[in-house]
Nanobody, 127 residues
Framework: QVQLVESGGGLVQAGGSLRLSCAAS????????MGWFRQAPGKEREFVAV????????YYVDSVKGRFTISRNNAKSTVFLLMNSLKPEDTAVYYC????????????????????WGQGTPVTVSS
């Protein structure tokens, strides 16, 4: 079992920045690839970014490339999502999730591939 707790969400003006954190406990954190997803009101949960177990490989949805950065600190069992140049369309509840370290990039974009989820942290970007 892995427990995930997100933090760092809030209200920010367009163009601003936020850094989300996801603290993990339970099984060995470095055994998992970690992903960030988001869900806006009335919409399906969508993939945002994923980072490999080592941190050496990352992948982003096109809409956040160049603005968001995913990183991890295995010693502290934490994954981060730094969000810059935020836009109103980034408004959503953001979730972190853990998946088997062998997950491929294609699999990483699917919610069904993740074994553990946090409770989410809301992000609101005002225009």
């Amino acid at each position: 079992q892995v427990q995930l707790v997100e933090s760092g969400g809030g209200l920010v003006q367009a163009g601003g920045s936020l850094r989300l954190s996801c603290a993990a406990s339970g099984r060995t954190f470095s055994s998992y690839a970690m992903g960030w997803f988001r869900q806006a009101p009335g919409k399906e949960r969508e993939f945002v970014a994923v980072i490999s177990w080592s941190g050496g490989s990352t992948y982003y949805v096109d809409s956040v490339k160049g603005r968001f950065t995913i990183s991890r600190n295995n010693a502290k069992s934490t994954v981060f999502l730094l969000m810059n140049s935020l836009k109103p369309e980034d408004t959503a509840v953001y979730y972190c999730a853990a998946a088997d370290f062998r997950i491929t990039t294609a699999q990483a974009m699917r919610t069904a591939e993740y074994d553990y989820w946090g409770q989410g942290t809301p992000v609101t970007v005002s225009s």
